[in-house]
């Protein structure tokens, strides 16, 4: 993973990216359907508001050194997006600037000794602190191309789309059954390999198209069709991330 201070780079461009979209977005917008089931618009801001707030609690629990984890409960996150989901358009934006400036200042609060301490993510999983703005900026650029405002995933920063790829690669290669797997081959970036590769099974395209794929965010069938991925061999099923 890169070094914090490059991830909060990224971070902050996605958030930019992220306000003008909201400021373009007409009042009625926010009742709009996300591209996730389920969810409108007004869903997923709510969600990126609480969920710089989740992580300004680790960064807190990394400079004191006093437990404070993401959420309270199990429930909370839900109960938390259900309850913001209908406010104004207005509402929502305020709280998503406010929420990520809340971000920026608790990580430029950190010192270079408190990025390394333990934190616990969401997941239960003991982290460094230094992996919370990956986790941030992972939010700001995918969910963004989710609120369904013009922006794909073509638009991801370089570097980022390529630690995209790695990240999601490594969480699924723990996932896929034993024995099968492929390479993935990014245009000039390198390979990176996912479960235990089949020879034969490759799958090629730029960084942004191959985390389209491995996120969700667009099937191998159409991508292939649309010859943004190539793919040779039997590849094999991929867990649904995250």
């Known amino acids: 993973m890169s070094r914090p201070e490059r991830v909060l780079e990224w971070v902050e461009d996605g958030q930019h990216r ?57 429930d909370q996150r839900a109960t938390d997006i259900e309850a913001g989901a209908g406010r104004p358009l207005a509402e929502q934006r305020a709280d998503v600037r406010e929420s990520a400036a809340r971000f920026r200042k608790a990580a430029e609060a950190l010192s270079a000794d408190a990025w390394s301490a333990t934190v ?18 992972r939010e700001v650029w995918i969910h963004l191309v989710d609120l369904r405002v013009g922006v794909g995933m073509d638009a991801l920063p370089p570097g980022f789309a390529r ?6 690669a490594g969480w699924m290669s723990a996932r896929v059954e034993p024995g099968i797997g492929a390479e993935l081959a990014m245009e000039g ?51 649904r991330w995250l």
Do not use: C, K
């Open 18 to 74: 992220l306000l003008a979209a909201i400021d373009a977005m007409p009042d009625d917008a926010v009742t709009a359907p996300s591209a996730l089931p389920g969810w409108t618009r007004g869903h997923l801001l709510t969600h990126l508001a609480r969920n710089a707030d989740a992580l300004v609690n680790l960064l807190t629990w990394a400079r004191t050194g006093i437990p404070a984890p993401m959420y309270t409960s199990p």
């Open 120 to 137: 616990v993510s969401g997941q239960g999983r003991e982290i460094p602190a230094s992996e919370v703005p990956w986790l941030r900026a």
């Open 163 to 168: 630690a995209l790829v790695r990240d999601v």
């Open 189 to 239: 970036h390198g390979t990176v390999v996912l479960g235990t590769p089949v020879p034969g099974a490759t799958v090629t395209g730029p960084p942004h198209t191959l985390a389209s794929w491995l996120t969700g965010r667009g099937s191998i069938q159409e991508l292939r069709e649309r010859r943004e991925l190539r793919v040779t061999g039997e590849l094999p099923d991929i867990p």
